[in-house]
């Protein structure tokens, strides 16, 4: 397959005619008899006693949420419930016969998918693997109140072990399966291929590709089903999902050993409503889900609906489309019908729909239609269903009880420092895997290597300065930093727009292209939410990941996986899961409004992120390093007026070694005695001009700072600035308001009050939008403003006559206009 396809005029601009091939609806037509030559009496006992498993444990939440207590039992759960009452038999048809290498994401109401996925996986796991589960899973926290006074079996011990964890979880226990950080949204237990669900409507949609990348990259077994809801496919990341596990590459580029296409199931869990919309006849216009396959790829995504009321289709369509990514065929799509009789939350008033409608789908309830075909078919007992039905609620109710008895299942306490502890994993890690790293070509060899080896790495040349085309610049910093993880951790993956040919839209991966193989470095359609999306889930999965946002400006395009996705599943998951992505930003200038505006301080504002933005060589590649040895996502800023940057401040120059620079560190620039000036990001080279000119007109000796990093940030060099100086400015090209400079600002007046001559002074940009790069000079900040809001908030300059207004008075003015 060439690298790109050519495009013939006469064949695409031909007449011709688009057809569809047809996407069936239902069309199981098995009979129980004929699928008892497939299952055995005991799975159908299985199928059966799953779901009434899983109504038995939504029906003790729901009475604990509308009326306090279950068989005399009180409790009052403050939290939310969303449950699935009515959607058993579509997740014991999904769970079944997936192993526990599949891996599931899911949605809000993903309390009976856990479960039927547990159960199944419980069933599959050998006592002894489920033992060294339980034992090594957080030390026994979860085991030791379970096994207490227990005389059965290991699988009885499992499901003990199970349930329990989940209703741990979902009460805020520290016996959860994540200390009570998760919650009834988000529970998850990855050692039975549980991942992750989502109180984002949708979040799933982006993520679950990323995990079935990183089983292509890194061949690993199974699939990954992502379970959302019909009304989740009106959400934007659900569709750049599927676009971005359908992308023609993984088939036509990739190397076929790979496998081929993601191994991923979109499974819509298709009850009809949203919270109180309907999708279907008033939100959307697809009249089918599975429609929506037909416009994604000539394959239509496989897709097909099912019977999702019935276990029997749902498990029938997971083993067919299994086999079929399995041969590289995919990704699917299935349109699940279920129905949820209970209400979207313990509060809703069912206003949307009529009762008539909710007592059609309870007469046809799936627990009891299913178990009268079993009957009718004399595949299993009366007497085995009912026991089997009956020890399981019996477990189910020990495990809710044991969950709320605040001495075996404490909370923990409100001084706890557990989530301190856990929104950072700080973790190092050479590679995550031990095989080599898989390269094209020796890469001593690759001519962008050779051709850095050329750059002179010191600020000057033999005493002269050094001509942009011989320095080596930013773009070679982070260039070299990523090619030694490249080399190391053969997980590790980079994508983006135009990351492969291009080389990134500002060229930094210029020459990887030659270095790597497709399925490391590849360029990935214009979906900033699927980029960042993809990454998180490859992270989740294990693996190292770097993933690229042409412009911080497009940071709104991936709102929802930087802030709630790529910050938050460390601390959501106490600890088990680590986040090793790196998301690397460009910031613009010149090219207005829309692409020219530095958003360091949304990032700085999400807690669980490390926000860093390195703007010399030196830094940059130190920091990439450490970023790329981490085990926590880190934001990395670039900026685009510095990638041709040579180093200016280390004599000594940029060690061709690896080195690491740790995050937050922020970084003394010039020593000086009279005044401090912090920056953050390329304004460090306005405030070198302006502290050139505060020394030659005015004497004064400026100590300047760069941060380097948002967050995390070490104070100490700062303060002990400051105590020398007494007066600090800070500056930096993001708007002035709500700025991370804002911030810095007001809490070095708390720590160093009594050493300050005068409040710290902020310069950013004005608040507005960029305007065109001729009069960029009115918006971002210059050597003047610093000079001048120097010479009116702390230091009077002899002299000096400012040609810009910085007093406090404008400020007031501005400030009551908005601007
Ligand atoms: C992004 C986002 N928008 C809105 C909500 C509020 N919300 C929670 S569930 C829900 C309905 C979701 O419907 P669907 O995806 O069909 O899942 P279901 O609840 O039917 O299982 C809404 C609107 C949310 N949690 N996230
Ligand atoms: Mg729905």
Not at 51 to 77: D, P, Q, S
Not at 325 to 331: A, F, I, V
Not at 444 to 451: A, F, H, L, S, T
Not at 578 to 586: G, K, W, Y
Request: charged share 20%; with cysteine; hydrophobic share 40%.
């Amino acid at each position: 397959m060439p690298k790109s396809i050519i495009i013939e005029p006469e064949k695409v601009c031909g007449r011709d005619t688009l057809c569809f091939a047809d996407i069936p609806l239902n069309a199981y037509d098995r009979t129980l008899e004929q699928e008892a030559a497939i299952f055995s009496p005991e799975d159908f006992l299985h199928i059966w006693q799953d779901m009434c498993a899983i109504r038995e444990f939504e029906t003790i939440l729901n009475e604990i949420k509308t009326k306090g207590a279950f068989k005399g039992v009180t409790y009052n759960h403050a939290g939310p419930a969303h449950l699935s009452i009515g959607q058993e038999a579509a997740a014991v048809g999904m769970a079944f016969s997936l192993t526990p290498d599949d891996h599931i994401f899911g949605s809000h109401r993903s309390h009976g998918e856990i479960l039927a996925k547990g159960f199944s996986a419980i069933r599959q796991l050998s006592d002894e693997q489920l033992m060294s589960i339980m034992r090594s899973y957080r030390d026994g926290a979860l085991l030791r109140p379970v096994e207490k006074g227990y005389g059965g079996d290991v699988k009885g011990l499992a499901l003990r072990f199970f349930t329990y964890g989940a209703y741990s979880e979902i009460f805020a226990r520290e016996t959860g399966f994540n200390r009570g950080l998760g919650g009834s949204m988000h529970a998850f237990f990855a050692p039975f291929g549980i991942y992750p669900n989502n109180a984002i409507v949708g979040g799933s949609g982006s993520i679950a590709p990323g995990a079935a990348l990183f089983k292509r990259v890194n061949r690993k077994p199974g699939i990954v089903v992502a379970n959302i809801g019909d009304a989740s496919f009106g959400c934007g990341p659900v569709w750049e999902g599927i676009t971005f596990a359908a992308m023609d590459q993984y088939r036509t580029l990739w190397e076929e050993s790979l496998g081929g296409g993601l191994p991923i199931v979109f499974n819509c869990m298709n009850n009809f409503y949203g919270m109180g919309g309907q999708p279907v006849g008033e939100t959307m216009g697809v009249q089918f889900i599975a429609r929506i396959g037909a416009g994604v790829n000539p394959d239509q995504m496989h897709a097909e609906r099912v019977n999702g009321y019935d276990p029997l289709p749902v498990i029938d369509a997971f083993r067919r489309k299994k086999k079929l990514l399995e041969e590289g065929r995919g990704p699917v799509l299935l349109d699940t019908v279920t129905y949820r009789i209970s209400g979207h939350s313990p509060s809703d008033a069912s206003s949307y729909r009529s009762k008539e409608e909710i007592e059609r789908w309870q007469q046809a309830d799936s627990i009891r239609a299913f178990r009268q075909k079993l009957l009718n078919a004399r595949l299993v007992s009366e007497d085995a269903l009912d026991s089997a039905k009956a020890f399981l609620e019996a477990t189910i109710f020990d495990m809710f009880q044991l969950a709320i008895d605040l001495e075996a299942s404490p909370r923990v306490t409100v001084d706890s420092d557990l989530v301190a502890s856990v929104m950072f994993s700080n973790g190092r890690v050479e590679k995550f895997d031990d095989r080599q790293p898989e390269f094209l070509q020796d890469i001593v060899e690759n001519p962008r290597v050779q051709q850095i080896k050329t750059k002179i790495r010191t600020p000057t040349d033999d005493g002269k300065p050094v001509p942009k085309m011989k320095a080596y610049n930013v773009r070679d910093a982070i260039f070299e930093a990523m090619v030694h993880r490249f080399s190391i951790d053969p997980t590790m993956v980079a994508f983006g727009e135009e990351n492969r040919d291009w080389g990134g839209a500002f060229a930094v991966y210029r020459g990887l292209t030659e270095a790597l193989p497709y399925h490391r470095l590849f360029n990935s359609p214009i979906s900033e939410a699927a980029i960042v999306g993809a990454a998180v889930g490859y992270g989740l999965a294990g693996g190292r990941a770097v993933a690229e946002l042409m412009y911080a400006d497009f940071m709104g395009r991936a709102g929802d996986e930087i802030f709630n996705q790529l910050s938050k599943w460390q601390s959501m998951s106490a600890g088990q899961l680590t986040m090793p992505v790196v998301l690397r930003i460009s910031v613009g200038s010149k090219y207005g409004a829309q692409h020219s505006q530095d958003w360091t301080a949304l990032a700085h504002h999400i807690p669980g992120l490390k926000v860093v933005y390195p703007v010399t060589p030196y830094d940059a590649k130190g920091m990439m390093n450490a970023a790329l040895i981490g085990t926590d996502p880190v934001i990395f800023l670039e900026s685009q007026r510095v990638y041709d940057f040579g180093e200016m401040f280390v004599e000594h120059g940029v060690p061709e070694r690896y080195y690491e620079i740790p995050l937050g560190d922020p970084s003394i620039k010039r020593k000086g005695k009279d005044l401090t000036i912090l920056t953050l990001g390329p304004t460090l080279y306005t405030a070198v001009a302006a502290a050139n000119e505060l020394q030659d007109r005015f004497g004064i000796s400026t100590e300047l700072i760069d941060l380097r990093a948002a967050t995390p940030l070490n104070y100490d060099p700062l303060i002990e600035s400051v105590k020398k100086t007494g007066k600090v400015l800070l500056a930096s090209d993001a708007v002035e308001r709500g700025s991370v400079m804002q911030t810095v600002a007001a809490n070095l007046t708390q720590m160093c009050f009594d050493d300050l001559d005068g409040p710290p002074v902020v310069v950013g940009s004005r608040n507005w939008i960029t305007p065109a790069a001729e009069l960029e000079a009115m918006f971002f900040p210059q050597p003047a403003w610093l000079i001048d809001a120097i010479h009116e908030r702390l230091l009077p300059l002899k002299g000096h006559r400012p040609t810009t207004n910085q007093t406090t008075g404008e400020m007031a003015r501005r400030s009551r206009l908005g601007i």
